[in-house]
Structures are given as structure tokens and as C-alpha cells.
């Protein structure tokens, strides 16, 4: 079954400590990655993604993830955390529908919560 | 530049009441998704629809019925509605395969 999962519900690290927000994914084929993430009483936003290329993947607001395909891992990082980034991240891998058309499996979300 | 629209933001509900919640984009995107947001679940995905015309159940569709009614609009219904169903609804779109979802700020629906 394709899977994703975040073992962590929250996170907590100490303003410009470095962050680290894990994912693990379970996939037939090649997977196709991403993080997402939430603020409070909005829809989720889209940080980064892993399609092909490059194992260290750098997106927006200077979050990045490294792709590891032996631990089935893709891990959200940060060199410094800021207080703003305390938010709800989401995992997300791209599923092959027996339709044949495609779907997104979400993971249950981290919490990570940055203090001042 | 509005993206994916929700309405309403927030509803309640009794049981056994039906309503629509309704989903519109203006990024000429071809799939469209509707999630159910609940605590410590992530998000589940409830119908999608990966091109006008055509539609899927995801992993919780029981309850749920889904519109596709053009290139921009997703309807989903609840036609009996029950209190398991009290959640945060999200609809997104995507535009080619491998790009990210755009999603909307949710609807709150309670059922009492």
C-alpha cells in the first residue's frame, strides 16, 4: 500500500537552532514528493518538491529537504528556524490510482512550534 | 489573483440536513480535490477529479457525493448529514501532473 508518515506530531526547537521535520514514504515506482504547510485557519501552501534530480531540494521561505531513496526518507530542514515558522507541515506523495489517473496521500501533519 | 474559492467559510448543520459546499478556480487548472481535515488524520482525500467530465472516489467518499460542473467549479454535497461528518473541508486543484496543489482556506462544518 503507498503510504506516507510523519512520526512526529510536534517539533520543538529554539529560534535560529536548525529544524529538521521527518517524512518516510512507501511507493510503488518512483515517488514524487512534496511539503506543505498550514497556518492557522488557512488552506495549506506549498513549500518544495521532489520529482527527479538532485537529492537536496530547496524551496520557499528557505526550507529545503533531502530526498534519501535507500531510507525511503524526505526530510524537511531549515538552517535557522524563526519564530514565524510555527505552523502545520504536511508530507505528501503523489499515488497511481487504479484508474489510472493520479492522487495525492497525505501524512498526518507535524506541528512545529519555534520559541523565542 | 483569487485562486481556489471556498463558500462558505463556516456552517452548521443538523443532522440529517443536506447542503453543497461549493469550490471554484480561476487557474484553468484540470484536477480538483476535496479533503476532510480532522485532528491527528492529516488530510483524506474524499472525491477528486482529474479532468472536467470525469470523477473518483478517494479514501473516504461514504456520505459524499461530487459535481464536476465545468473546467472551474467542484461541488460536494452531503445529502443526510451526521455528526462523524463535523470536519474542515479543503478543495485544491492542480494543473499537469507533478505540480503542486493550490488549496483553499476550508470550509468548518459542524453537525449537531
Known amino acids: 500500500a503507498q503510504s506516507v508518515a510523519q512520526p512526529e506530531d510536534q517539533v520543538n526547537v529554539a529560534e535560529g537552532n536548525p529544524l529538521t521535520v521527518k517524512c518516510t514514504y512507501s511507493v510503488s515506482g518512483n515517488p514524487y514528493l512534496f511539503w506543505y504547510v498550514q497556518y492557522p485557519n488557512r488552506g495549506l501552501q506549498f513549500l518544495l518538491k521532489y520529482i527527479t534530480g538532485d537529492n537536496l531540494v530547496k524551496g520557499s521561505y528557505g526550507f529545503e529537504a533531502e530526498f534519501n531513496k535507500s531510507q525511503t526518507s524526505f526530510h524537511l530542514k531549515k538552517p535557522s528556524a524563526l519564530v514565524s515558522n510555527s505552523a502545520l507541515y504536511f508530507c505528501a506523495v503523489r499515488a497511481d490510482s487504479t484508474s489510472g489517473t493520479y492522487k495525492y496521500i497525505f501524512g498526518t501533519g507535524t506541528r512545529l512550534k519555534v520559541l523565542a | 489573483n483569487a485562486g481556489v474559492t471556498q463558500t462558505p467559510k463556516f456552517q452548521v448543520l443538523k443532522t440529517g440536513q443536506s447542503m453543497t459546499l461549493q469550490c471554484a478556480q480561476d487557474m484553468n487548472h484540470n484536477s480538483m480535490y476535496w479533503y476532510r481535515q480532522d485532528p491527528g488524520m492529516g488530510l483524506r482525500l474524499i472525491y477528486y477529479?482529474?479532468?472536467?467530465?470525469?470523477?473518483d472516489k478517494g479514501e473516504v467518499p461514504n456520505g459524499y457525493n461530487v459535481s464536476r460542473l465545468n473546467k472551474r467549479e467542484f461541488s460536494l454535497r452531503l445529502e443526510s448529514a451526521a455528526p462523524s461528518q463535523t470536519s474542515v473541508y479543503f478543495c485544491?486543484?492542480?494543473?499537469?501532473?507533478?505540480?503542486?496543489?493550490?488549496f483553499g482556506d476550508g470550509t468548518r462544518l459542524s453537525i449537531l
Open positions: 477529479s482529474a479532468s472536467e467530465g470525469t470523477t
Open positions: 485544491a486543484s492542480s494543473d499537469r501532473l507533478n505540480q503542486p496543489q493550490h
